[in-house]
């Protein structure tokens, strides 16, 4: 027998005679006001919400939870997961503040579902319990001894009450099990067939990456969704990631010199704020549809996980490593791709050929007494990927003089929980979280081009509820602190052509005749030459992103109220965010591209020459530079605010259930009221729990948005000089006055909508024999006002950016999924998904109309796809837009210490975007032209094997193997392209083959 809470320790406690038999028709039994008690019962309840602001509101919820519970205090509000029994067991244990004594074999390989709501002790056990065949005895007050029973067929499933679907669950039992390569949560969510990930997730190009996938939900973008961490949001506003458009989401090269990750652009920003590795969660909900008002900030999904809960029962932890490298993979690549160089020899952080990435970490769970406990967590992925530097030619490598350089990828995370309940049942839990992303880059043939892009948080939350006569109140209060950054080690650009005593990175020097051959005689303009050699990154500045949060909620959840035929349970909550965003830029200087003096030498000591002319006798010319851009630093804020208020009941009526709600969201930024009125229902069609039909109509409504707040009006002055046939007679080439150029521009969040989403949808659960549930759903969404950037120009002529409301998209998806937990030591899941998605836009950067596309008769509201003309937001997308995805894993205690779980996701063909040249139509307008790329159907078998290599007590030492693509399938899941002579040459992208990780974990 093994104990889940820690020993009773009342003196004198006598055994108890009454005997609980579970079995699969236990009913809860509601607390029920009787209509003439309502009013004064909300007049009770209301206090907790009159204050004026949210500290005072957080004091007034303290106050009533710190109150010592009555003897009415029959109830507890418990909230598990789906996962394995002995799991749920020991959360109920903690939750019921109860002792649960119980044999490791009899629950072995078994699972319970998830139980969410106020019952008793013994309806909860009851619940989880239900089908095993499992008895539960009272031993003694707060005591329950568990006893094998004798049924044969185990299932699981708890009853089907009438309620509205829940959310997809990931419990602690899969998360501890399932491959996970990249450690997060978003490649967790890829067992959902709804949930798709970016084709471009590790490729296997890119072994060596450690970020996490981009997914979409219902058709949103990466950054459209809401993510929730222990009821608190974490999501990333001021530099959320970008998916690019066309071609360049499948992976175009960007040029013949630099094909590294694209330069020049914002700090590669995630969803969230901050990425938990699973290890440090008990579960991950997935809401894709019929979303509760409780949730809001999105028009994609939500994404809501909760962290583990101290258990002060017992001290406990773990130490695991984990390890990979490219040796145990195998790679596939197009030679087309390549452009003539050794694989095995690449300079390109788009080519990997060599990695080796190590995790490892530890955990402690410490009881401070028997109330309270504390975990303590470090974990950190480390990945080191040597490519080759200083390349010799344009598109080769000389490999007796180039070097091996190293580029670092590096996530770190601290973690640390204390929790537990005090006398008076007020629970409370106090979070902290410190999280690092460090990827260090270079430009091989540049030098001084080493830049890193970071990402680190701070977070802070404390979590406060408690049972009260009337229901569960809570309260939660946030602190987050994120800055997203790039740190360039020149803020200086100067890409030479390879001539003469710039030849930095490229192979000897042509004879002085090609040179003569492509200069023009009355400019000296250098048209052609053997490669560049660059000084510097073309992102020639520091930048930095802060966001500083602050988020305070309140809920009252009132228990059952029965009036007349009628089953209410309300629920109303009140939350403000507050979000604070800063932009710093260091300033920089840009050299623009080379020219070469014809008319011989010039004076040595200017700015921007290469001196050839002395050296070679004059058979090289001295080259410079005609333009010159600088870029003023800059110090940008932005705030925004946001009041939420939101309403709910959930009314049952015999075999019927309704959830009306209604959300309030009031923000300074765009200064607009949005109300979001949500109902879902649900019928139980058969009244024997066989088969529910469940519909729902909802309005999301988006989150803050600070991008475009503090990237604004960079503007940088040019200078330039004359070309070569200008130069004086002493060889001076003078500056002129700089002209100053927009490339943004300040505009009026005022006059911005918040983006929308529109949402029908209908679902049917079956309860079949022998375990199995058969569930369908249909979702339909329809989001106005997406927020993109346009491109105009002022009264000056300048170039300029802002925001706008001009997205739109529509997404629509099927899932169907069976799974079966009914025989022992098994548990599979298969889902497909249809869905079809169109978007005029591919996310906040991608460009719309404007007033100079009038001025060059440039139409965006319209584009030519495939040869025909249609309009933009039926274009369809590029990313995130597979026709068909079916999911499946299967969970399987092999033996007493083997275990296996195999996941497969099959692919239909998918369309790709594929930009070519804008098409001029019969009315004189341009429109952008796509042609449809394909990428062809693929199938992937992953495999994760656990073998505990020892038990003793509550030790084992657990050795894992996890298999990705353990068929070898060579899977093209990008189209790349680039340009030689004017002409596109495109190549494919590959799916990474088989490929192996190592990881051993000690528990105590």
């Given at each position: 027998?093994?104990?889940?809470?820690?020993?009773?320790?009342?003196?004198?406690?006598?055994?108890?005679?009454?005997?609980?038999?579970?079995?699969?028709?236990?009913?809860?039994?509601?607390?029920?006001?009787?209509?003439?008690?309502?009013?004064?019962?909300?007049?009770?309840?209301?206090?907790?919400?009159?204050?004026?602001?949210?500290?005072?509101?957080?004091?007034?919820?303290?106050?009533?939870?710190?109150?010592?519970?009555?003897?009415?205090?029959?109830?507890?509000?418990?909230?598990?997961?789906?996962?394995?029994?002995?799991?749920?067991?020991?959360?109920?244990?903690?939750?019921?503040?109860?002792?649960?004594?119980?044999?490791?074999?009899?629950?072995?390989?078994?699972?319970?579902?998830?139980?969410?709501?106020?019952?008793?002790?013994?309806?909860?056990?009851?619940?989880?319990?239900?089908?095993?065949?499992?008895?539960?005895?009272?031993?003694?007050?707060?005591?329950?001894?568990?006893?094998?029973?004798?049924?044969?067929?185990?299932?699981?499933?708890?009853?089907?009450?009438?309620?509205?679907?829940?959310?997809?669950?990931?419990?602690?039992?899969?998360?501890?099990?399932?491959?996970?390569?990249?450690?997060?949560?978003?490649?967790?969510?890829?067992?959902?067939?709804?949930?798709?990930?970016?084709?471009?997730?590790?490729?296997?190009?890119?072994?060596?990456?450690?970020?996490?996938?981009?997914?979409?939900?219902?058709?949103?973008?990466?950054?459209?969704?809401?993510?929730?961490?222990?009821?608190?949001?974490?999501?990333?506003?001021?530099?959320?990631?970008?998916?690019?458009?066309?071609?360049?989401?499948?992976?175009?090269?960007?040029?013949?010199?630099?094909?590294?990750?694209?330069?020049?652009?914002?700090?590669?920003?995630?969803?969230?704020?901050?990425?938990?590795?699973?290890?440090?969660?008990?579960?991950?909900?997935?809401?894709?549809?019929?979303?509760?008002?409780?949730?809001?900030?999105?028009?994609?999904?939500?994404?809501?996980?909760?962290?583990?809960?101290?258990?002060?029962?017992?001290?406990?932890?773990?130490?695991?490593?984990?390890?990979?490298?490219?040796?145990?993979?195998?790679?596939?690549?197009?030679?087309?791709?390549?452009?003539?160089?050794?694989?095995?020899?690449?300079?390109?952080?788009?080519?990997?050929?060599?990695?080796?990435?190590?995790?490892?970490?530890?955990?402690?769970?410490?009881?401070?007494?028997?109330?309270?406990?504390?975990?303590?967590?470090?974990?950190?992925?480390?990945?080191?990927?040597?490519?080759?530097?200083?390349?010799?030619?344009?598109?080769?490598?000389?490999?007796?003089?180039?070097?091996?350089?190293?580029?670092?990828?590096?996530?770190?995370?601290?973690?640390?929980?204390?929790?537990?309940?005090?006398?008076?049942?007020?629970?409370?839990?106090?979070?902290?979280?410190?999280?690092?992303?460090?990827?260090?880059?270079?430009?091989?043939?540049?030098?001084?081009?080493?830049?890193?892009?970071?990402?680190?948080?701070?977070?802070?939350?404390?979590?406060?509820?408690?049972?009260?006569?009337?229901?569960?109140?809570?309260?939660?209060?946030?602190?987050?602190?994120?800055?997203?950054?790039?740190?360039?080690?020149?803020?200086?650009?100067?890409?030479?052509?390879?001539?003469?005593?710039?030849?930095?990175?490229?192979?000897?020097?042509?004879?002085?005749?090609?040179?003569?051959?492509?200069?023009?005689?009355?400019?000296?303009?250098?048209?052609?030459?053997?490669?560049?050699?660059?000084?510097?990154?073309?992102?020639?500045?520091d930048l930095e992103f802060k966001q500083r949060t602050f988020q305070a909620a309140l809920d009252f959840e009132f228990n059952e109220l029965q009036l007349g035929a009628t089953t209410h349970r309300f629920a109303v909550g009140l939350n403000n965010e507050i979000?604070?965003?800063?932009?710093?830029?260091?300033?920089?200087?840009?050299?623009?591209?080379?020219?070469?003096?014809?008319?011989?030498?010039?004076?040595?000591?200017?700015?921007?020459?290469?001196?050839?002319?002395?050296?070679?006798?004059?058979?090289?010319?001295?080259?410079?530079?005609?333009?010159?851009?600088?870029?003023?630093?800059?110090?940008?804020?932005?705030?925004?605010?946001?009041?939420?208020?939101?309403?709910?009941?959930?009314?049952?009526?015999?075999?019927?259930?309704?959830?009306?709600?209604?959300?309030?969201?009031?923000?300074?930024?765009?200064?607009?009221?949005?109300?979001?009125?949500?109902?879902?229902?649900?019928?139980?069609?058969?009244?024997?729990?066989?088969?529910?039909?469940?519909?729902?109509?909802?309005?999301?409504?988006?989150?803050?948005?600070?991008?475009?707040?503090?990237?604004?009006?960079?503007?940088?002055?040019?200078?330039?000089?004359?070309?070569?046939?200008?130069?004086?007679?002493?060889?001076?080439?003078?500056?002129?006055?700089?002209?100053?150029?927009?490339?943004?521009?300040?505009?009026?969040?005022?006059?911005?909508?918040?983006?929308?989403?529109?949402?029908?949808?209908?679902?049917?659960?079956?309860?079949?024999?022998?375990?199995?549930?058969?569930?369908?759903?249909?979702?339909?969404?329809?989001?106005?006002?997406?927020?993109?950037?346009?491109?105009?120009?002022?009264?000056?002529?300048?170039?300029?950016?802002?925001?706008?409301?001009?997205?739109?998209?529509?997404?629509?998806?099927?899932?169907?999924?069976?799974?079966?937990?009914?025989?022992?030591?098994?548990?599979?899941?298969?889902?497909?998904?249809?869905?079809?998605?169109?978007?005029?836009?591919?996310?906040?950067?991608?460009?719309?109309?404007?007033?100079?596309?009038?001025?060059?008769?440039?139409?965006?509201?319209?584009?030519?796809?495939?040869?025909?003309?249609?309009?933009?937001?039926?274009?369809?997308?590029?990313?995130?837009?597979?026709?068909?995805?079916?999911?499946?894993?299967?969970?399987?205690?092999?033996?007493?210490?083997?275990?296996?779980?195999?996941?497969?996701?099959?692919?239909?063909?998918?369309?790709?975007?594929?930009?070519?040249?804008?098409?001029?139509?019969?009315?004189?307008?341009?429109?952008?032209?796509?042609?449809?790329?394909?990428?062809?159907?693929?199938?992937?078998?992953?495999?994760?094997?656990?073998?505990?290599?020892?038990?003793?007590?509550?030790?084992?030492?657990?050795?894992?193997?996890?298999?990705?693509n353990v068929m070898n399938k060579k899977v093209k899941n990008g189209i790349g392209s680039y340009t030689v002579g004017g002409q596109p040459v495109s190549f494919d992208y590959y799916a990474p083959g088989r490929s192996v990780q190592a990881r051993l974990e000690?528990?105590?």
């Amino acid at each position: 027998m093994r104990r889940a809470m820690s020993t009773w320790r009342a003196s004198g406690a006598r055994w108890g005679s009454r005997f609980i038999s579970m079995t699969n028709g236990v009913v809860m039994q509601a607390n029920k006001f009787k209509g003439r008690r309502l009013a004064a019962h909300l007049r009770r309840c209301a206090a907790a919400f009159r204050p004026a602001t949210v500290p005072l509101m957080v004091a007034s919820a303290l106050a009533v939870m710190a109150a010592p519970a009555g003897a009415q205090e029959a109830r507890i509000e418990f909230s598990i997961p789906a996962q394995a029994l002995d799991s749920s067991l020991r959360v109920f244990s903690q939750q019921a503040k109860a002792q649960v004594l119980f044999d490791e074999t009899t629950v072995a390989g078994l699972r319970a579902p998830a139980l969410k709501g106020s019952y008793t002790a013994g309806e909860a056990l009851a619940r989880l319990l239900a089908g095993t065949g499992i008895t539960a005895n009272v031993s003694r007050p707060g005591v329950f001894t568990l006893k094998p029973g004798t049924a044969s067929g185990e299932s699981t499933l708890a009853p089907v009450t009438v309620t509205d679907r829940a959310e997809w669950s990931i419990d602690r039992d899969l998360l501890d099990k399932m491959p996970n390569k990249s450690g997060s949560i978003e490649e967790a969510l890829a067992l959902h067939s709804e949930v798709q990930t970016s084709n471009s997730a590790e490729r296997s190009l890119q072994g060596g990456e450690i970020k996490p996938p981009q997914i979409s939900i219902s058709g949103g973008k990466p950054y459209e969704s809401r993510y929730v961490i222990n009821g608190l949001g974490n999501n990333n506003y001021v530099a959320p990631p970008t998916v690019g458009s066309g071609a360049a989401a499948n992976g175009t090269v960007q040029s013949a010199y630099i094909e590294n990750v694209v330069v020049g652009t914002q700090p590669l920003g995630t969803a969230q704020s901050y990425n938990l590795n699973p290890d440090l969660l008990d579960n991950i909900e997935l809401h894709d549809s019929r979303i509760p008002v409780n949730h809001s900030g999105f028009t994609g999904g939500v994404v809501s996980a909760e962290t583990r809960k101290p258990d002060p029962s017992r001290f406990s932890g773990k130490v695991h490593w984990g390890h990979s490298r490219s040796g145990w993979d195998k790679l596939f690549y197009d030679e087309a791709g390549l452009r003539g160089e050794d694989f095995d020899q690449s300079f390109s952080a788009q080519r990997q050929p060599e990695y080796t990435r190590n995790s490892g970490g530890f955990m402690l769970n410490v009881p401070l007494n028997e109330r309270f406990a504390a975990i303590f967590s470090y974990d950190k992925t480390h990945s080191r990927i040597p490519l080759k530097y200083q390349a010799r030619s344009a598109t080769t490598i000389d490999t007796t003089t180039a070097t091996t350089k190293d580029q670092i990828r590096t996530a770190e995370t601290f973690f640390a929980s204390v929790g537990g309940q005090t006398a008076s049942g007020l629970d409370v839990n106090l979070t902290g979280v410190y999280y690092k992303y460090n990827g260090n880059y270079y430009n091989n043939r540049a030098i001084n081009s080493e830049w890193d892009l970071e990402q680190g948080t701070y977070d802070f939350a404390l979590n406060l509820s408690k049972i009260l006569p009337a229901g569960k109140a809570s309260a939660r209060v946030k602190y987050g602190n994120m800055v997203s950054s790039r740190d360039v080690e020149s803020d200086v650009y100067k890409p030479w052509f390879t001539y003469g005593e710039t030849n930095w990175g490229s192979s000897g020097t042509p004879p002085p005749t090609i040179y003569t051959a492509v200069m023009n005689a009355n400019y000296g303009r250098m048209l052609g030459g053997s490669g560049y050699s660059a000084d510097g990154i073309t992102a020639a500045s520091d930048l930095e992103f802060k966001q500083r949060t602050f988020q305070a909620a309140l809920d009252f959840e009132f228990n059952e109220l029965q009036l007349g035929a009628t089953t209410h349970r309300f629920a109303v909550g009140l939350n403000n965010e507050i979000v604070h965003g800063e932009a710093v830029s260091g300033g920089s200087t840009t050299y623009g591209l080379n020219y070469a003096a014809v008319d011989g030498p010039l004076a040595s000591g200017q700015d921007g020459v290469s001196y050839n002319w002395e050296r070679t006798n004059g058979a090289l010319y001295d080259q410079y530079f005609r333009t010159k851009d600088v870029t003023a630093p800059f110090d940008r804020k932005a705030r925004t605010q946001t009041w939420s208020l939101w309403l709910q009941d959930t009314i049952t009526f015999s075999d019927f259930m309704l959830r009306p709600g209604v959300r309030l969201d009031y923000d300074d930024q765009y200064r607009n009221l949005n109300i979001a009125p949500r109902v879902a229902g649900s019928w139980n069609i058969l009244g024997k729990d066989v088969a529910v039909l469940h519909a729902g109509q909802a309005r999301y409504y988006g989150g803050p948005n600070l991008y475009y707040a503090l990237y604004k009006t960079s503007g940088y002055h040019r200078y330039t000089r004359g070309a070569a046939n200008t130069v004086d007679a002493n060889g001076m080439l003078e500056w002129s006055a700089p002209t100053f150029y927009n490339t943004g521009v300040d505009y009026e969040a005022s006059d911005m909508k918040t983006p929308y989403s529109d949402e029908t949808s209908l679902g049917l659960d079956l309860n079949l024999q022998a375990g199995f549930m058969v569930n369908y759903n249909y979702v339909y969404r329809q989001g106005k006002d997406g927020i993109m950037r346009r491109l105009f120009r002022d009264e000056n002529g300048n170039n300029s950016y802002a925001a706008t409301n001009d997205g739109e998209n529509t997404y629509t998806g099927h899932t169907i999924s069976i799974s079966n937990n009914y025989f022992r030591n098994h548990f599979f899941r298969l889902s497909t998904t249809f869905a079809d998605n169109k978007s005029n836009y591919i996310d906040y950067m991608a460009d719309s109309a404007s007033y100079l596309d009038q001025t060059s008769m440039i139409d965006r509201s319209r584009v030519m796809y495939n040869g025909k003309l249609i309009d933009a937001n039926k274009l369809d997308m590029s990313e995130f837009n597979r026709p068909q995805q079916i999911v499946g894993y299967w969970k399987a205690r092999l033996s007493e210490r083997v275990s296996l779980v195999t996941t497969g996701t099959w692919t239909k063909k998918t369309d790709v975007l594929i930009n070519n040249a804008r098409v001029t139509l019969a009315d004189g307008w341009r429109v952008n032209s796509y042609s449809k790329g394909k990428l062809p159907s693929r199938f992937v078998i992953d495999m994760s094997l656990d073998i505990d290599l020892f038990r003793h007590k509550d030790s084992a030492m657990r050795a894992t193997l996890d298999v990705y693509n353990v068929m070898n399938k060579k899977v093209k899941n990008g189209i790349g392209s680039y340009t030689v002579g004017g002409q596109p040459v495109s190549f494919d992208y590959y799916a990474p083959g088989r490929s192996v990780q190592a990881r051993l974990e000690y528990r105590f």
